[in-house]
């Protein structure tokens, strides 16, 4: 195997590990806010352009519904990271929403 196709295999994964984060490191994602499934299995997705789609954990039903489709600032903790499988979505525990700017 060549030093190319070695760096060509490894630069997906190098690329994941750098921009993932630690479960329990705090963040800040933008992005639209939507829901996807049917109730009663209802998960919140996060859709940014930059950091991909993440589930959205600790939102009221309330909350659901006000920020639906709207583009929002949201913080909290990481609870899974984002995988170099991409299986699952990586997974964020919600502190706040606001609008983004």
Do not use: Y
């Given at each position: 195997?060549?030093?190319?196709t070695?760096?060509?295999?490894?630069f997906?994964?190098?690329l994941?590990?750098?921009a993932t984060?630690?479960?329990?490191?705090?963040t800040q994602?933008t992005?639209?806010?939507l829901?996807?499934?049917?109730?009663?299995h209802?998960?919140?997705?996060l859709?940014t352009?930059?950091?991909?789609?993440?589930?959205?954990?600790g939102?009221?039903a309330?909350?659901?519904?006000s920020?639906?489709?709207?583009?929002?600032?949201?913080?909290?903790?990481?609870?899974r990271?984002?995988?170099?499988q991409?299986?699952?979505?990586?997974q964020?525990q919600?502190?706040?929403?606001?609008?983004?700017?």
């Amino acid at each position: 195997m060549t030093i190319r196709t070695t760096l060509s295999l490894l630069f997906p994964a190098l690329l994941v590990a750098c921009a993932t984060q630690a479960a329990g490191e705090s963040t800040q994602l933008t992005g639209q806010l939507l829901l996807k499934g049917n109730a009663p299995h209802v998960s919140v997705v996060l859709e940014t352009t930059d950091r991909g789609r993440w589930e959205l954990l600790g939102l009221s039903a309330e909350q659901r519904a006000s920020w639906q489709r709207q583009t929002v600032k949201v913080r909290g903790k990481v609870v899974r990271p984002a995988s170099a499988q991409g299986l699952q979505l990586p997974q964020l525990q919600v502190d706040s929403v606001a609008p983004a700017q």
